[in-house]
């Protein structure tokens, strides 16, 4: 079984699955009256000829170190997560090697911040840390067949 260490992500190191969704340093405009920052388009919704869902899952949580064996893509549509809670948490993501994931890597997101995955990536279920949690989900629904799920040999994600 191969073992993985959960890194703490970054804007860098998670480009090429997607984007993060957490606020810029730097507002891109003030709204309503002054009182509220826009950070503007942070990540773009990929459809694939459908149209964008918002969505609501509840899942079940793990504790590290954790097994993973399970991993899915979804070629016709992005998929963001945002957490509704405010306890860090998983993502698992992997390049594509051939239609196949690749290695995974796994990490540590922080407490209030998001991802959207690019259409096709490669990433493991809903991982919550400890507790159980919600979070709202935009992807894609339509025509096609948009989810792919592979067993993989079991990976173990250590802190």
Do not use: Y
Not at 131 to 151: I, T, Y
């Amino acid at each position: 079984m191969t073992t993985i260490k959960a890194m703490p992500i970054t804007a860098e190191a998670f480009a090429p699955f997607g984007e993060l969704l957490t606020p810029r340093a730097q507002a891109d405009r003030m709204i309503n009256e002054g009182r509220c920052e826009r950070h503007h388009a942070l990540a773009t919704v990929e459809r694939g000829g459908g149209e964008a869902i918002i969505s609501i899952f509840r899942s079940k949580p793990v504790s590290l170190p954790h097994d993973c064996a399970l991993l899915e893509r979804h070629p016709l549509g992005s998929q963001a997560f945002m957490p509704l809670h405010s306890d860090p948490w998983l993502s698992v993501v992997a390049p594509d090697a051939g239609g196949r994931p690749g290695a995974p890597l796994a990490f540590l997101v922080p407490a209030g911040m998001g991802i959207n995955l690019r259409a096709g990536v490669w990433h493991g279920v809903l991982t919550p840390l400890d507790r159980a949690a919600d979070f709202l989900v935009v992807d894609r629904e339509g025509e096609g067949v948009n989810l792919e799920e592979v067993r993989i040999d079991p990976v173990t994600i250590t802190p």
